[in-house]
């Protein structure tokens, strides 16, 4: 089982391109959340969803869009990438978003905007 | 707004010395609080929660946390850490919404 990938690794990104990072999940959980991770400032909460086909936006949403056409898949895209955008990405799972759930992690994408 | 607050940025210890880390939290209503873990090069995971019932929780590796409502505090502790110890860690409660909120994590260097 691998739980939760993220597509790439890594990547290094001109200012004003567009980029996708995927995630991936094959735990058949019904809620999808993505983060950044900055130092100092800890996990911020981008997008989520619920549920396939429903998206809703976290803390920090702006230059930043989500879909979610089927329950594996939640792709997250920066329509035009700024330098702030750098940080690292994490998206995450549960079975729902009852608050008892238990949030499982990807590894993780590191992006760099120049 | 909602805040998790965690005391330290990074913590160096010793092997066998006791730990803990602290987390507060700004919320007056009912809460889940959460640690996670992420070791070195490893995903973030789950250390321990508290949703009700008793305030000494236990989690994986020998960790524990205590709730203390009065206090707003759920500070996280080991009594002798170990050299695999070393990881970042980080409080987070959830919001009314589900939504998590996230402390600033505590990096944690323990010297074998």
């Known amino acids: 089982i691998a739980g939760i990938t993220q597509a790439p690794t890594s990547q290094i990104l001109a200012a004003g391109r567009r980029m996708t990072l995927r995630c991936t999940q094959d735990m058949r959980h019904n809620a999808m959340y993505w983060y950044r991770q900055d130092l100092g400032l800890g996990l911020r909460l981008i997008h989520y969803?619920?549920?396939?086909?429903?998206?809703g936006k976290g803390e920090v949403p702006d230059g930043y869009s989500v879909s979610r056409a089927n329950t594996d898949d939640f792709p997250l895209t920066l329509a035009s990438a700024v330098p702030s955008q750098t940080s690292v990405y994490f998206c995450a799972s549960s079975p729902g978003i009852r608050d008892s759930n238990e949030q499982f992690f990807g590894p993780g994408t590191r992006l760099t905007v120049l | 707004a909602q805040s998790v607050s965690q005391h330290n940025h990074h913590v160096i210890l010793s092997e066998a010395a006791s730990l803990e880390l602290g987390c507060n939290y700004s919320y007056g209503g009912t809460v889940n609080l959460f640690w996670y873990v992420q070791y070195p090069g490893q995903h973030l995971q789950l250390l321990l929660k508290y949703f009700s019932g008793d305030p000494l929780v236990k989690g994986i590796k020998g960790f524990e946390a205590e709730f203390i409502k009065s206090k707003f505090s759920f500070n996280l502790r080991k009594p002798s850490v170990q050299w695999s110890d070393t990881a970042e860690y980080f409080c987070?409660?959830?919001?009314?919404?589900?939504?998590?909120?996230w402390g600033a994590g505590t990096k944690l260097i323990i010297k074998p």
């Open positions: 987070a409660v959830i919001r009314s919404n589900y939504q998590l909120i």
């Open positions: 969803s619920n549920t396939a086909g429903t998206t």
